[in-house]
């Protein structure tokens, strides 16, 4: 198993940035593939990027593409997603995810949540 802590978020100016954090416990944080979503209140939640174990491969939602970057640190058991040139429809609860089961777009597909860190874009 793996537990997963959130970290990062805040108010920010559209235009600006934040870097999230995503801390995970245990040993085997290399071992699971990693996702980002994101949640706004009466949708449901949003795929919004995932890499590899090794950081081998990455994917991200089209609205976020050239504009985020997920990335890891396997030793640090840390996983991150740099959030440039916020907008305002990028306000939303982030949320990490490990261990995708099939297609990692999904979020029924991922095994592990973090509890989510709150992101608020200001126009």
């Known amino acids: 198993q793996v537990q997963l802590v959130e970290s990062g978020g805040g108010l920010v100016q559209a235009g600006g940035s934040l870097r999230l954090s995503c801390a995970a416990s245990?040993?085997?944080?290399?071992?699971?593939?990693m996702g980002w979503f994101r949640q706004t209140p009466g949708k449901e939640r949003e795929f919004v990027a995932f890499?590899?174990?090794?950081?081998?491969?990455?994917d991200y939602a089209p609205a976020v593409k050239a504009r985020f970057t997920i990335s890891r640190d396997n030793a640090k058991n840390t996983l991150y997603l740099q959030m440039n040139s916020l907008k305002p429809e990028d306000t939303a609860v982030y949320y990490c995810?490990?261990?995708?089961?099939?297609?990692?777009?999904?979020?029924?597909?991922?095994?592990?949540w973090g509890q989510g860190t709150q992101v608020t874009v200001s126009s």
């Open positions: 995810a490990a261990d995708p089961s099939r297609s990692y777009s999904y979020a029924d597909a991922y095994n592990y």
């Open positions: 245990g040993r085997t944080f290399s071992t699971y593939a």
């Open positions: 890499i590899t174990r090794r950081c081998g491969s990455t």
